[in-house]
């Protein structure tokens, strides 16, 4: 494709070659995951998207100390391949496979079903797949990047949140992006009623609902040790190019020898989903270097955090009743003796005032339809 004539002008180059290198000299290393003690042995952990990219390595990271892993992939066969790898470097034989396309509330609910079936306990569950994809429909008449991006993991929360409570203290990490300033929540994008103007706007309006949805997350978990937090990685070389504009993509040609590698763009999610430091925090949005930041205006506006949620609700097909009583409140239910927390140090939270175990009856009606 050609590019514009505005777009030769020596100009350019030079001024992206210099936002390179400002991103290089910018990209020091926070915090040292190997500083970190937290073993995950006994615990259960989700990742989705783990199969490439900042995923791969977020998942590697905690299937390295010692969880169950379960790796959340749309693909069969590149899951397969995550899957390998990932047991072949830590000798985790509890990295499981599971098949989720984020963008089917269909297969959202199913991977639900099956989590809630099988698993004993849901500790971390770390929102990663993303992409920004052109306009389109669904046949669950969905936008696509919006259906993947924000209302999958919007849903897949929500059934899963009897366990995760249960399991408390837990962590919900999101994958948000830095992108989010530049992004609109108006709920009318996620059924396509309107559409986003101006290039990648769905992806960023996308991250700006997750870091919306992070935080009202969080306040409506007060109290139950389940923390909720949004974090960006910074800017990173994977595969998430492959599906943006021209222009993006040949902008990042330019400068991907100065970004983060996958491994140090996977930093600040292994941050707020195992470190010591960050247990208890809720509500929060980190910044690449895991260091605290305010996310943009309208990532903090409460009234549009709940008029999102109540649209996201209706959408997926979930209401109040789908959520078992406490659900929204900051109801203290009283500890269940089924509750067995294994010892060790991931998450002591100091807000952790213990959660009913729903029964498995329960659970599985939260999921279905
Ligand atoms: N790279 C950056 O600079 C950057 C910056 C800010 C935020 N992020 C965010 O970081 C997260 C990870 O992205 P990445 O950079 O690591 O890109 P990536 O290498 O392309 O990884 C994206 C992952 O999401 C998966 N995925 C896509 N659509 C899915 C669906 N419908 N259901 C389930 N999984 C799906 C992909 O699976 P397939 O391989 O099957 O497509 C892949 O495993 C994304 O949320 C992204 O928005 C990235």
């Known amino acids: 494709m050609e590019l514009p004539s505005a777009c030769r002008h020596p100009g350019w ?108 306990r849901l500790d971390v569950l770390v929102h990663n797949a993303g992409v920004s994809l052109p306009f389109t429909i669904t046949p669950e008449g969905l936008e696509q990047t919006f259906a993947i991006n924000y209302l999958g993991p919007f849903l897949l929360t929500n059934l899963l949140l009897e366990l995760l409570k249960a399991s408390a203290p837990a962590r919900i990490v999101t994958v948000a992006s830095f992108r989010h300033r530049s992004g609109t929540a108006d709920s009318r994008f996620l059924s396509g009623q309107r559409r986003p103007r101006g290039a990648d706007t769905a992806y960023s309006s996308s991250k700006l609902m997750g870091v919306l949805f992070s935080t009202e997350l969080a306040r409506r978990l007060r109290g139950t040790g389940v923390t909720s937090n949004a974090v960006s990685p910074g800017m990173v070389s994977t595969n998430i190019m492959r599906h943006f504009s021209w222009a993006v993509r040949a902008l990042f040609a330019l400068i991907r020898p100065f970004l983060k590698s996958a491994a140090q763009g996977a930093l600040s999610t292994i941050y707020c989903a195992v470190s010591e430091e960050a247990a208890g925090i809720t509500g929060k949005y980190f910044n690449s270097d895991c260091v605290l930041e305010l996310p943009s205006a309208a990532a903090r506006d409460v009234s549009l955090a709940q008029e999102l949620w109540d649209e996201s609700e209706r959408l997926t097909g979930l209401s109040p009743s789908h959520h078992s009583p406490g659900f929204g409140t900051a109801a203290h239910p009283a500890p269940s003796p089924k509750n067995e927390q294994p010892q060790g140090s991931l998450c002591q939270n100091s807000h952790h005032d213990g959660a009913t175990v729903g029964g498995t009856t329960a659970l599985l009606k939260a999921v279905l339809p």
């Open 13 to 120: 180059f030079l001024l992206t070659l210099l936002l390179g290198l400002l991103l290089w000299v910018r990209r020091r290393r926070g915090w040292d995951p190997r500083q970190c003690p937290t073993d995950l042995s006994g615990r259960t952990v989700i990742v989705t998207g783990a199969n490439s990219g900042i995923g791969k390595c977020v998942a590697l990271e905690l299937a390295r100390r010692n969880a169950r892993t379960i790796l959340a992939c749309r693909s069969r066969e590149r899951g397969r391949a995550a899957l390998e790898e990932i047991r072949a470097a830590t000798g985790n034989a509890a990295v499981v496979l599971r098949e989720l396309d984020t963008g089917s509330m269909a297969s959202v609910r199913s991977f639900a079903r099956d989590v809630l079936r099988e698993e004993r």
